[in-house]
């Protein structure tokens, strides 16, 4: 038993190393490939790249805090539950960033759901920060999980419905961002149902974090010939 513990730490301890230094190197990328675009066009730009760098710090965070409490044993330290901290704000930042960008290359014309995504993330945000989060806990407790994650995904699945509208064959890339970030939703939800009781759940961050990477490099790809949808 205490062998197979052992190989789990160090397979995320793995897994959570590769992840972030993708993540880096991406936000690194995208960040030297805004400077050929104006207009419309850099400000989507400059809001997705704005999005994946608050991403990687609050992962930073994170998963830098669960590295090091991996690598000192059973994951006891308070700090851990302030990296999740860290990263529920940044990921809800990452949300509203994606919202503008969206807005920015559609000439605005996204209708009600953007205004509905804009008060789900006040109102997560809001609950992030009530003392009932126990942020100095390494699982946080139930039901009070659920409560701030259900408006998150509910974001982030109006999120993904947003980019799944968008027309065009040109705009095929933002359909594909919408589909990751349903993908993203999906992994998430049984690990806030159930992740008290079944902590193995918690591996399904795995595949939420390639999808993210996946969005990451479809933005990076698109940044250099990004264009808004032109008018009608």
């Not at 850099?42 to 608050?54: D, I, T």
């Not at 989060?133 to 947003?162: E, F, I, M």
Request: aromatic share 8%; glycine share 10%.
């Amino acid at each position: 038993m205490v062998a197979s513990q052992a190989v789990g730490r160090v397979i995320e301890l793995g897994f959570d190393g590769l992840y972030l230094l993708s993540l880096w190197l991406l936000v690194i990328g995208q960040n030297r490939r805004l400077g050929s675009l104006e207009g419309q066009a850099r400000r989507a730009a400059r809001a997705l790249v704005l999005a994946f760098s608050l991403l990687a710090l609050g992962d930073s965070a994170h998963v830098g805090f669960r590295l090091l409490g991996l690598a000192h044993g059973p994951l006891q330290d308070g700090w851990i539950g302030y990296g999740a901290l860290a990263t529920a704000i940044t990921v809800t930042l990452f949300d509203l960033l994606l919202v503008q960008a969206h807005q920015h290359l559609n000439q605005g014309r996204s209708g009600l759901l953007p205004r509905l995504l804009l008060a789900l993330a006040l109102l997560r945000l809001g609950l992030l920060a009530l003392p009932q989060n126990q942020w100095a806990a390494v699982v946080s407790p139930q039901p009070w999980s659920l409560l701030r994650n259900l408006p998150l995904l509910l974001l982030t699945v109006g999120l993904g419905w947003l980019y799944l509208r968008t027309p065009g064959e040109t705009q095929r890339w933002q359909r594909q961002v919408g589909a990751l970030l349903l993908a993203s939703a999906l992994c998430h939800l049984p690990v806030v149902l159930w992740i008290q009781q079944q902590p193995l759940l918690g591996l399904l961050m795995i595949p939420k974090s390639l999808a993210y990477l996946a969005m990451g490099w479809i933005v990076y790809r698109r940044l250099a010939s990004m264009a808004p949808i032109s008018s009608p």
